[in-house]
């Protein structure tokens, strides 16, 4: 597009800015709440609230509160809630097998949701990092993650979320051809309707920190996850994961973490039109709360502008924990 612009004087970009109503008129881009996915942190118990510690304002939900929360965001009009569970470290093997288990953590919370705020979509993470001990992202032997034998467990721990009425898989592992194996699966399943929300470009990040506390990873992890996340000096390998995770038939892709990739988030937009999502992650939320408690920025501007610059950027939505919060202050206006 070339503009075609007078020179100043006759043009002046300020006369569009003078009022509010001038303003809104001609916003290009607008953040509203249905571009949010809640992510919410499950544990063990009734009535059990667990703060996290390095996430001010999240909490460990127990199953009953966990649908209290729903019933919440479904009200506010958010549309997704996404879960991770905090696993109890007893259950958890060298083969992860607690993964598919139909009664986990994860699978009781899909079917108490859906059962009881039935308007409201459900998210699962596809990944065995809460389920063993050393906090990898799948099988390991002799301190390789092994790639086909992880997809095989992926597999087999997507169908039982399917099975449990989950709307959405996320799958956030990084393996190679885990999104056409999960899709052929559940096709033959039966599981046709079942949407996959690609993870397709995740990044080996430092902003994860506060996460791995939040489900119990940070003391468990042995090294990095630099073999199956990306290097984060590269951009044109997300463009063809993304096309690659896109023809095994993801419907949707996601760019992890957030703010400091929105040049990847508009690439990918641009290139493919595919419904595009970015994971504002938990070291993001964490920086802004922290500066905001320290009275260094303004908290809410600073999360609303942080969650407006996805959307300049291309993305139909964002993964944030200020979800619940960001749709109190639009439904204010
Ligand atoms: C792991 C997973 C991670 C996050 C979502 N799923 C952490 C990791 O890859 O180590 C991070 C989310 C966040 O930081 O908010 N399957």
Request: proline content about 6%; charged content about 25%; some cysteine.
């Amino acid at each position: 597009m070339q503009p075609v612009q007078a020179s100043y004087p006759l043009t002046r970009f300020r006369r569009l800015r003078r009022t509010p109503a001038l303003r809104a008129l001609t916003q290009e881009t607008t953040l509203t709440v249905g571009d949010l996915i809640w992510p919410v942190f499950l544990c063990d118990g009734v009535q059990e609230r667990q703060p996290v510690g390095s996430m001010p304002g999240v909490d460990r939900l127990s199953l009953d509160l966990a649908v209290e929360a729903a019933a919440k965001a479904s009200d506010l009009g958010i549309p997704v809630i996404c879960l991770f569970p905090y696993t109890d470290p007893k259950v958890k093997t060298a083969g992860c097998e607690e993964a598919w288990n139909p009664e986990n953590l994860t699978n009781r919370a899909i079917r108490a949701i859906k059962a009881q705020v039935p308007d409201i979509a459900v998210m699962t993470d596809v990944a065995l990092d809460p389920y063993n001990l050393h906090g990898h992202d799948g099988l390991v032997v002799d301190g390789i993650i092994l790639n086909d034998e992880t997809v095989e467990a992926l597999v087999r721990m997507a169908l039982a979320q399917a099975e449990a009425g989950a709307d959405i898989l996320g799958p956030s592992d990084m393996m190679d051809g885990r999104i056409g194996a999960m899709r052929s699966a559940l096709e033959s399943a039966g599981h046709k309707e079942t949407a996959i929300l690609s993870y397709a470009a995740k990044y080996a990040s430092a902003f994860y920190g506060p996460f791995r506390d939040a489900v119990g990873a940070t003391g468990a992890l042995k090294g990095d996850k630099k073999t199956y996340q990306m290097n984060p000096g590269n951009r044109d390998e997300a463009l063809r994961l993304v096309a690659r995770d896109l023809a095994e038939g993801a419907d949707m892709v996601m760019v992890k973490p957030g703010m400091p990739y929105l040049d990847i988030c508009a690439r990918v937009k641009e290139a493919f039109g595919a419904p595009t999502f970015a994971y504002q992650v938990s070291g993001e939320y964490a920086m802004i709360l922290a500066a905001a408690r320290n009275g260094w920025l303004d908290g809410e501007r600073a999360m609303l502008e942080s969650l407006l610059a996805f959307k300049r950027a291309g993305c139909d939505g964002i993964l944030t924990y200020f979800a619940p919060e960001v749709a109190r202050l639009l439904r204010l206006g």
